[in-house]
């Protein structure tokens, strides 16, 4: 996958896919990486959320080892140093750069599966909606910029057991914001497509 700027989340130390190996091999591959930050709002109306994702950049393999975790054991960038460090939307300072957009977004859920009619990869986040409005915000400014470039690639990353391979386990409930998957891989290597890509 040739992709110079993605975004990986990273993980708790259980329960779900560990992502330091792909973090560790991106940034040794000279990839941009990019890891999730939340915060408050700084857009204050009725609808929107009260806090919101950005996507901030790793330095380099020295800056994402000093990383310290919070109390899920997640490891997370110092909010004393995000001013510093480019991201995708932050503010008006020499470290956002309006151009500077993803090419591929490696997401979290709780369960995924493959939608019976149109064979859409679905996912189920956890309920708060970070990166279904992350994604509309990044894709509103793609259209702004008029690029002409492909949209960002979007792959979820799960443990085995989080994927629903039959119509008996349940459905993945999916709302009007929910963008399916371009992509699954899951924890024993297996790469699932939608039906209508599918190249296994």
């Known amino acids: 996958m040739d992709a110079k700027r993605i975004s990986v989340f990273l993980s708790m130390p259980n329960g779900e896919i560990q992502t330091d190996p792909i973090v ?13 930050y939340l915060h408050k709002n700084p857009l204050s109306s009725p609808g929107l959320p009260l806090r919101v994702m950005d996507m901030v950049r790793l330095r380099d393999l020295r800056d994402y080892e000093s990383l310290v975790s919070d109390r899920w054991g997640i490891p997370s960038v110092d909010p004393a140093t995000v001013h510093q460090r ?21 997401m979290p859920g709780v369960a995924f599966d493959i939608d019976s009619r149109n064979g859409n990869i679905r996912r189920l986040g956890h309920g708060k909606g970070f990166y279904d409005y992350f ?50 891989i899951l924890g ?5 497509y939608p039906a209508e890509n599918k190249t296994e």
């Open 86 to 106: 480019q991201r995708i939307f932050g503010g008006p300072d020499a470290h956002h750069s309006e151009k500077t957009l993803l090419d591929l977004i490696l």
């Open 24 to 36: 560790r091999h991106a940034l040794e591959s000279g990839k941009e990486v990019f890891v999730p």
């Open 188 to 192: 024993n290597g297996e790469i699932k």
């Open 135 to 184: 994604i509309t915000r990044h894709n509103a400014k793609v259209s702004s910029l008029g690029q002409n470039r492909p949209p960002v690639l979007l792959f979820g990353l799960a443990l085995s057991e989080q994927f629903l391979s039959s119509p008996s386990e349940g459905l993945v409930p999916v709302g009007s914001l929910d963008q399916p998957l371009d992509g699954l």
